[in-house]
């Protein structure tokens, strides 16, 4: 029988509590997401996310040595599963609103700009 090598993670929030001095909710949120001061970091460790496998290899011992095995997407992250998702849906939903159509209209601009990086219409 083979024998495989599979990488697995998690991801563990880290958090900080930190006041910010701002006209808005908006500006303060930016303040706190723009400040890279994370002296006084705190791990969440009761909020680890899933193992979910990262890598795999054929063999013992074998991870970064030869050719990495395709992982089956139903091993990825739950959050990376729901993104490629996210992405078929929107993909099929330009294809299915009509033209004058504002709710899906307002809905395909929303998630183009969460995929480019970019704040939603308002």
């Not at 997401?33 to 009761?46: A, G, P």
């Not at 970064?64 to 992405?87: C, M, T, W």
Request: some cysteine.
């Amino acid at each position: 029988m083979p024998a495989f090598t599979i990488e697995t993670t998690y991801h563990l929030p880290i958090y900080r509590h930190r006041a910010y001095t701002a006209a808005t909710l908006e500006q303060a949120c930016r303040l706190a997401v723009e400040d890279d001061d994370w002296r006084f970091e705190r791990r969440d460790y009761d909020c680890a996310g899933e193992t979910h496998v990262t890598g795999a290899w054929r063999g013992t011992d074998m991870a970064y040595r030869g050719n990495a095995l395709p992982v089956p997407s139903q091993f990825d992250e739950r959050i990376q599963r729901k993104a490629d998702h996210f992405a078929i849906l929107l993909a099929l939903l330009k294809q299915c609103a009509a033209p004058d159509d504002a709710p899906a209209r307002a809905a395909i601009a929303k998630a183009e700009a969460i995929i480019a990086g970019r704040p939603g219409p308002a």
